[in-house]
């Protein structure tokens, strides 16, 4: 096996300068790597915390604007029905259906509320 290499800067650098010349560079090297593992490891661990509330409050916004948009068709319904664009029956079922969403979007808006 061939010996290592490293530039001869480097371990000219290293047995020159005070304090650094008693100490071995290998284990120094691990002890880094192990520190930066461990920072790397703690950073991701506490991101999907923030990206959780981030989450949830882009599906409180999503609910919001679901239930103006319902409500918005709930009110354009009685102007359809009376340009006669849609059939009694179908303004019945409209309604109804529309209703139904809107009572489900209340219902998980209250859970943030």
């Not at 061939?2 to 300068?17: G, R």
């Not at 991701?44 to 509330?53: G, H, N």
């Not at 303004?91 to 859970?111: G, I, N, R, T």
Request: overall charge negative; charged content about 25%; hydrophobic content about 45%.
């Amino acid at each position: 096996m061939a010996p290592a290499y490293h530039p001869e800067w480097l371990v000219k650098f290293w047995l020159t300068t005070p304090g650094l010349n008693m100490v071995n560079p290998h284990y120094l090297l691990i002890a880094l790597a192990a520190v930066i593992a461990l920072v790397w490891f703690l950073r991701k661990r506490r991101m999907p915390a923030e990206d959780m509330i981030g989450e949830e409050d882009q599906l409180f916004k999503h609910l919001l604007l679901r239930k103006k948009v319902i409500e918005g068709e709930l009110a354009g319904l009685e102007a359809r029905l009376s340009a006669a664009e849609i059939t009694e029956e179908n303004y019945k079922l409209l309604k109804l259906d529309y209703q139904s969403h809107l009572a489900e979007v209340s219902k998980e808006l209250e859970q943030y509320t």
